[in-house]
């Protein structure tokens, strides 16, 4: 698989509740506990946003929230700020040592 | 803060290699992976490998074997990208990142990487 299946867009606006799935199969996202979801600014590095599909680092807003079900995760952004626009993508270990990502989703806040 | 520090941008013909380092603040590898992770203008990110730091076992995504060698110098902390063959599709920001249990908790600040002739 080339990558996780991801929404190439989503919007919503200030305020609002916004949800960006991820799907892959059962030799990634469905088979290990280890999705993580990252954030992306135009020159800035990648910041962690969810790892291991629910948990949330020290210093990410409790307004990110992650859940998986099946070969399916979710990332849920409530109550949507300007900041939080960017693109976001959905990682998962996917077994034997490697890694994939999603095709990333750009998030516009109206 | 930890803080990873990549080398500047490189731009190179192709055909040519390029090297890019990646030097970390603190000695946060020990004993987990530095992965490489780029990400090409308008695309996707795109994972291509890791490196131990303690055993300097290596692993590459099939997209880049036998092009791409990791190396690292646990002395200075420092890891190491080397990519060669470079055509034009390999234009891209190139990221080293720490995997920890199962997330890239730390990122370096990217290396634009020109591909032209």
């Known amino acids: 698989q080339s990558a996780l299946t991801q929404p190439a867009s989503v919007s919503g606006s200030a305020g609002q509740s916004i949800t960006i799935s991820c799907t892959g199969t059962t030799s990634d996202v469905g088979g290990y506990n280890l999705v993580s979801w990252y954030q992306l600014h135009p020159g800035k590095a990648p910041k962690l946003m969810i790892y291991e599909g629910t948990k949330r680092p020290s210093g990410v807003s409790d307004r990110f929230s992650g859940s998986k079900s099946g070969n399916t995760a979710s990332l849920t952004i409530s109550g949507l700020q300007a900041d939080d626009e960017g693109d976001y993508y959905c990682c998962s270990y996917a077994g034997s040592g490697t890694v994939i990502f999603g095709g990333g989703t750009q998030l516009t806040v109206l | 803060q930890v803080q990873l520090v990549q080398s500047g941008a490189e731009v190179k013909q192709p055909g040519a290699s390029v090297k890019i380092s990646c030097k970390s603040s603190e000695n946060i590898f020990t004993p987990y992976a530095m992965h490489w992770v780029r990400q090409a203008p308008g695309q996707r990110l795109e994972w291509m490998g890791w490196i131990n730091f303690g055993n300097a076992k290596t692993k590459y995504s099939q997209n880049f074997q036998g092009r791409v060698t990791f190396t690292r110098d646990t002395a200075a902390t420092t890891g190491y990208m080397d990519l060669s063959s470079l055509r034009s599709e390999d234009t891209a920001i190139y990221y080293c990142?720490?995997?920890?249990?199962?997330?890239?908790?730390?990122w370096g600040q990217g290396t634009l990487v020109t591909v032209s002739s």
């Open positions: 990142a720490r995997w920890r249990t199962g997330e890239f908790d730390y």
